[in-house]
Protein backbone atom coordinates (compact mmCIF):
# COMPACT_ATOMS: atom_id res chain seq x y z
CA UNK A 1 0.00 0.00 0.00
CA UNK A 2 1.33 3.45 -1.09
CA UNK A 3 0.83 5.49 2.06
CA UNK A 4 1.10 9.88 1.80
CA UNK A 5 1.47 12.32 4.40
CA UNK A 6 -1.32 14.82 5.05
CA UNK A 7 -2.13 17.53 6.89
CA UNK A 8 -5.52 18.37 7.64
CA UNK A 9 -6.84 21.44 8.87
CA UNK A 10 -10.77 21.55 10.65
CA UNK A 11 -12.85 24.76 11.17
CA UNK A 12 -14.96 23.66 14.27
CA UNK A 13 -18.39 25.33 15.12
CA UNK A 14 -18.94 25.16 18.73
CA UNK A 15 -22.61 27.07 18.38
CA UNK A 16 -24.85 24.77 20.55
CA UNK A 17 -22.16 22.44 21.28
CA UNK A 18 -22.04 22.18 25.06
CA UNK A 19 -19.20 19.46 25.80
CA UNK A 20 -15.33 20.32 25.86
CA UNK A 21 -13.22 20.92 22.03
CA UNK A 22 -11.18 17.94 23.47
CA UNK A 23 -13.96 15.62 23.47
CA UNK A 24 -14.50 17.23 19.72
CA UNK A 25 -10.58 16.40 18.34
CA UNK A 26 -11.16 12.91 20.11
CA UNK A 27 -13.93 11.86 17.59
CA UNK A 28 -12.31 13.61 15.00
CA UNK A 29 -9.01 11.03 15.62
CA UNK A 30 -11.46 8.34 15.56
CA UNK A 31 -12.89 9.18 12.11
CA UNK A 32 -9.36 9.52 10.58
CA UNK A 33 -8.03 6.61 12.40
CA UNK A 34 -11.03 4.84 10.94
CA UNK A 35 -9.75 5.23 7.46
CA UNK A 36 -6.83 3.38 8.03
CA UNK A 37 -4.37 6.72 8.92
CA UNK A 38 -1.81 6.93 11.54
CA UNK A 39 -1.83 10.27 13.58
CA UNK A 40 1.32 11.86 14.21
CA UNK A 41 0.20 15.43 15.25
CA UNK A 42 -2.35 17.00 16.88
CA UNK A 43 -2.72 20.64 17.13
CA UNK A 44 -5.72 22.88 18.66
CA UNK A 45 -4.24 25.84 17.41
CA UNK A 46 -7.41 27.85 19.19
CA UNK A 47 -10.11 29.93 18.10
CA UNK A 48 -9.96 32.66 15.26
CA UNK A 49 -11.54 35.20 13.08
CA UNK A 50 -12.55 34.80 10.11
CA UNK A 51 -10.93 37.18 7.53
CA UNK A 52 -14.26 36.97 5.92
CA UNK A 53 -17.67 36.22 6.96
CA UNK A 54 -20.33 34.08 5.18
CA UNK A 55 -22.56 33.77 8.15
CA UNK A 56 -22.93 37.02 10.86
CA UNK A 57 -23.70 34.46 13.45
CA UNK A 58 -20.61 32.35 12.62
CA UNK A 59 -17.44 35.09 13.01
CA UNK A 60 -14.68 32.51 14.13
CA UNK A 61 -14.17 28.78 14.42
CA UNK A 62 -11.62 27.19 16.31
CA UNK A 63 -9.09 26.03 14.23
CA UNK A 64 -7.70 22.08 14.89
CA UNK A 65 -4.59 20.54 12.61
CA UNK A 66 -3.85 17.05 12.01
CA UNK A 67 -1.48 15.36 10.84
CA UNK A 68 -1.06 11.72 8.88
CA UNK A 69 -0.48 9.44 6.66
CA UNK A 70 -2.60 7.19 4.83
CA UNK A 71 -4.09 5.51 2.18
CA UNK A 72 -4.78 7.84 -1.31
CA UNK A 73 -8.87 7.34 -0.97
CA UNK A 74 -8.39 8.20 3.29
CA UNK A 75 -9.62 11.67 2.29
CA UNK A 76 -12.48 11.11 0.46
CA UNK A 77 -13.71 8.79 3.33
CA UNK A 78 -12.90 10.87 6.21
CA UNK A 79 -14.98 13.92 4.17
CA UNK A 80 -17.81 11.40 3.67
CA UNK A 81 -18.04 10.81 7.45
CA UNK A 82 -17.98 14.25 8.36
CA UNK A 83 -19.96 15.46 5.35
CA UNK A 84 -23.09 15.75 8.25
CA UNK A 85 -21.56 16.79 11.07
CA UNK A 86 -22.50 20.25 11.84
CA UNK A 87 -19.62 20.85 14.31
CA UNK A 88 -17.37 20.65 11.53
CA UNK A 89 -17.41 24.02 9.00
CA UNK A 90 -14.90 23.29 6.97
CA UNK A 91 -11.46 20.68 6.09
CA UNK A 92 -8.80 21.93 4.07
CA UNK A 93 -6.28 18.46 3.35
CA UNK A 94 -2.61 19.58 2.28
CA UNK A 95 -0.60 16.75 0.68
CA UNK A 96 3.18 16.83 1.86
CA UNK A 97 5.97 15.39 0.16
Known amino acids: MNNKKYTATFILDTRGYNDPVETLIEKLKGVIESAECKIS ?23 VEFKYEGPSTANSVIREKLRLDKTVNRILVISEK
Open 41 to 63: DVRNLGQKTFARTADRKFPAGIY
